[in-house]
């Protein structure tokens, strides 16, 4: 009755962790280290557009987005990655309620499901890093894709290395996913590395898709973006898919608001699912997007405070559990060799004696039961708190150590 593909994804890592914790009493007051969930508070500018625009909640949204919201994102675009005024198009860019749907409903737009790997064929490549965000191999691995992860380790500073890719691989390639900073090690792809995924992505005629969900949120020196990359090559989009979120830069996770850009054949052929499919922005909610993008104090503001909390975590973990101060995002990388322990070990005397709730990094990962994963020694933890309570959290960490 259930598509088997379904049954076959990998479970989520939220799901397995609550089974993994499942009737065990934290050892302490909880603090929460799991989930990526921003707690600084919402820019209160939200509130306000929402109400000056209550009237519009009667309507329903257009897919391709308002032109107010349209015109915001490519003004932020533009002013962010240093983009020729009209290199990118209104038409161009798309909302996204949250770039998760997004990024799932890829799949769809993007792997030819028709072919099978029977009389020699053989069915299209869907390539991530691993570990990765799971919602890039949704809709691929449903639609039939062969999903290839390629290891995303400190030997290649915790990014894939497509380009090392064998051109039969690429060849087969119907998507690339990249996401630069990366979740959930933090890992930055420079300038000339997305130069080179876009010309690959070219040569090769697979999509890349850029996933920049955490681009506003660095340590010493703004990311690279893909379209600064497509810039530098002469302004097309071609087979290039970007995705961006309020999520993270804006404290906005509840909103549900994103963007997806670039190829405008491709954001033609996503609208058309799309409209079948995607609930669409609701037009409030698209006013304040707006009103986000055009305002950059809040994330500055932002940025400080992670900083701050990256700094409380440095002071306690420095030359502990391979700590590596992350050049993007929020997220830390733990190695456990160090205690003995898988990170799923870890995690569960984590929670069972000090109170802390962390993610074992292989439920990132598309093969969490093979045993020579190096994410089986992995912690993902997300600096969120107050940075009083991330210095007590990582106090409480450090001293759990066997
Ligand atoms: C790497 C990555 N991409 C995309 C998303 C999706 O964020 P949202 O759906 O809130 O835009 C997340 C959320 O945690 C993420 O970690």
Known sequence: MINPRLTALPPYPFQRLATLLDGVAPGADPLMLSLGEPQHPTPPLVGAELARHADLWRRYPPAAGAPRWKEAVVAWMTRRYALPEGMVDPAQVIPASGT???????????????????????????????????????????????????????????????????????????????????????????????????????????????????????????????????????????????????????????????????????????????????????????????????????????????????????????GHLGFRRPPGGFFLWLDTTEWGETGEEATLRLWRDRGLKVLPGVYMSAHPEDPNNPCRHRLRIALLHDTLVVDRAMDRLIASEK
């Open 100 to 318: 998760r749907e997004a990024l799932y409903m890829m799949g769809h737009l993007l792997v030819d499901g028709t072919v099978t790997a029977s009389g020699g064929n053989r069915v299209p490549l869907a390539i991530m890093p691993d570990p990765f965000y799971l919602p890039y191999l949704g809709a691929s691995a449903m639609n039939g894709a062969e999903i290839l992860t390629i290891p995303a380790g400190p030997e290649t500073d915790f990014q894939p290395d497509i380009a090392a890719l064998p051109d039969e691989v690429l060849d087969r390639a119907a998507v690339v996913f990249m996401c630069s900073p990366g979740n959930p090690q933090g890992s930055l792809l420079s300038l000339d590395q997305w130069k080179a995924l876009v010309t690959l992505a070219r040569e090769r005629e697979f999509v890349l898709v850029a996933d920049e969900c955490y681009s506003e949120i660095y340590d010493a020196e703004a990311p690279s973006g893909v379209l600064e990359a497509c810039r530098d090559l002469g302004g097309s989009l071609k087979n290039v898919l970007v995705a961006n979120s309020l999520s993270k830069r804006s404290n906005a996770a509840g909103l549900r608001s994103g963007f997806i850009a670039g190829d405008p054949d491709l954001i033609a052929a996503f609208l058309r699912i799309r409209a079948y499919g995607a609930a669409g922005m609701p037009l409030p909610i698209q006013e304040a997007s707006a009103a986000l993008w055009e305002d950059e104090d809040h994330v500055i503001a932002n940025r400080i405070l992670y900083r701050e909390k990256i700094d409380a975590a440095e002071k306690h973990l420095s």
